[in-house]
């Protein structure tokens, strides 16, 4: 006989543990609504108080990618990888490290999100390539993966619906930041959608989720044991966004900059991280022996076009127009620019990353609603990082418009957002801890 609501919730109350069974009924109760919504808010600021031990995440875990459709991927060949990101800000990496580890014979499942705050998620970034599609059903997706090697489609509303719900109810009841919650949340997803192997990509900083090292690292750690104990291979990176990851912010803009990266024309931050990212998923996948062999076969496919071809195939597989990757001006294009410029000299010592983003929100490369439509033509083009010295009257950020009354927003949020120096500052350190 399984524990009623009330039951659960009395025992969390005063801090006890749950076993697998009240876990279970509590996550049917969620789905099948046999928990009110006031019943589940009470049940998660408990947990966020009481926290939960190591037992109950991996239960909760389980019972929510469980909770609907499990995504069988076995009878697609090889080993099947995917990368989470828990969000930053100009960060384009899994359109960078998506084909080119496939050029590297390793299967990427990928199922993304769209963008809710800063700026558009994956999706929203790949529907701004023309006639791209992301709404692909299963079987689809299944033989795009089989035959090109990469696939990147918006998640199944039948995986995990569990944390459908317990989301919305987070984010309203001031849950969203509790540890076994964040981690429930993010592990179900990926579990459901039945990849091999998982890497993370966990932020710190002044645009992330946890804004220090100590926190992200410990999210990380929470993230690989559990998804360890589930049987299937993660491990996690935790990187810097002190400043946004590539220089260009906003849905075409990123993709464009991915483009740039896969061609070879451009380097820095945001091909290191891809690299990195990549070369942790082969070494899971057992497509190589070390991280050194790793980061050398990627840079080799990008350096020979394969990735670029690759990402290519997969725009093609998905409907759109295959010519962005050899003529980025295919892409939507704002029709107006202007410039952010330095009010004096100095050294870049700072950038809030959380403006950026923000910035670019408000020219509308990004949503407050999840019904908001997203303008893929704009954005913000970084034009100095952390470290760089800068002349008054020089450029600090280009701004990419439609509305000039948005963009006049945008521009006082951009002027507030970097901090200048008359000493020279370090480069921040990019990659700062690996778990595994």
């Known amino acids: 006989m399984s524990a009623t609501p009330g039951e659960i919730l009395r025992k969390k109350r005063f801090g006890a543990e749950l076993?697998?069974?009240?876990?279970?009924?509590?996550?049917?109760?969620?789905?099948?609504?046999?928990?009110?919504?006031?019943?589940t808010a009470a049940l998660l600021m408990a947990i966020c108080i009481h926290?939960?031990?190591?037992?109950?995440?991996?239960?909760?875990?389980?019972?929510?990618?469980?909770s609907g459709d499990t995504l069988h991927m076995e009878d697609v060949p090889g080993v099947k990888a995917d990368k989470h990101s828990t969000g930053g800000v100009g960060d384009t990496t899994s359109l960078i490290l998506t084909p080119l580890v496939a050029a590297c014979g390793v299967k990427m499942a990928k199922m993304s999100g769209r963008g809710l705050g800063f700026t558009g998620g994956t999706l929203d970034k790949l529907e701004s390539i023309p006639g791209m599609n992301v709404?692909?059903?299963?079987?689809?997706?299944?033989?795009?993966?089989r035959k090109v090697g990469c696939?990147?489609?918006?998640?199944?509303?039948?995986?995990?619906?569990?944390?459908?719900?317990?989301?919305?109810?987070?984010?309203?009841?001031?849950?969203?930041?509790?540890?076994?919650?964040?981690?429930?949340?993010?592990l179900s997803k990926k579990l459901a959608a039945g990849c091999d192997v998982v890497v993370l990509d966990v932020k710190m900083g002044s645009g992330a989720l946890m804004e220090t090292e100590e926190q992200a690292t410990k999210l990380a750690q929470a993230m690989v044991r559990i998804g360890n104990l589930s049987g299937k291979h993660f491990s996690a990176l935790i990187t810097d966004m002190n400043q946004p990851l590539g220089n260009y912010i906003g849905n075409a803009l990123e993709v464009e900059e991915a483009i740039d990266v896969l061609s070879g024309k451009i380097a820095g931050d945001l091909r290191d991280v891809s690299l990195e990212l990549g070369a942790y998923i082969l070494l899971g996948a057992k497509a190589v022996e070390t991280m050194a062999e790793g980061r050398r076969l990627l840079l080799e496919k990008l350096k020979?076009?394969?990735?670029?071809?690759?990402?290519g195939e997969m725009i093609a597989a998905q409907g759109g127009n295959p010519k962005v990757i050899g003529n980025t001006s295919l892409l939507p294009k704002a029709r107006y620019s202007a410039e952010v410029k330095a009010q004096s000299d100095g050294y870049v010592a700072?950038?809030?990353?959380?403006?950026?983003?923000?910035?670019?929100?408000?020219?509308?490369?990004?949503?407050e609603r999840k019904e908001d439509a997203i303008d893929p033509s704009v954005g913000i083009i970084l034009r100095k990082r952390i470290g760089d010295f800068v002349h008054a009257g020089e450029s600090l950020f280009t701004v990419k418009f439609q509305d000039s009354?948005?963009?006049?927003?945008?521009?006082?949020?951009?002027?507030?957002?970097?901090?200048?120096?008359?000493?020279?500052?370090?480069?921040?350190?990019?990659?700062?801890?690996?778990?595994?």
Request: charged share 25%; with cysteine.
């Open 135 to 145: 709404n692909i059903p299963i079987h689809a997706f299944k033989d795009i993966v």
């Open 51 to 66: 926290g939960m031990t190591e037992r109950e995440t991996l239960a909760l875990t389980l019972a929510m990618a469980k």
């Open 405 to 436: 009354a948005k963009a006049a927003g945008a521009m006082t949020k951009l002027r507030q957002a970097v901090r200048l120096e008359k000493q020279p500052v370090p480069q921040p350190k990019l990659i700062r801890a690996v778990v595994e």
């Open 350 to 367: 700072a950038i809030q990353t959380a403006d950026v983003g923000m910035a670019a929100k408000m020219l509308g490369a990004g949503r």
């Open 304 to 311: 020979n076009g394969e990735g670029l071809a690759k990402l």
């Open 151 to 186: 696939a990147i489609v918006g998640q199944s509303a039948e995986l995990a619906p569990a944390d459908k719900v317990l989301y919305a109810l987070r984010d309203v009841t001031e849950t969203v930041d509790c540890l076994p919650l964040i981690v429930s949340s993010i």
């Open 19 to 39: 076993n697998e069974t009240e876990i279970r009924a509590f996550v049917k109760g969620v789905v099948d609504g046999e928990f009110a919504d006031y019943q």
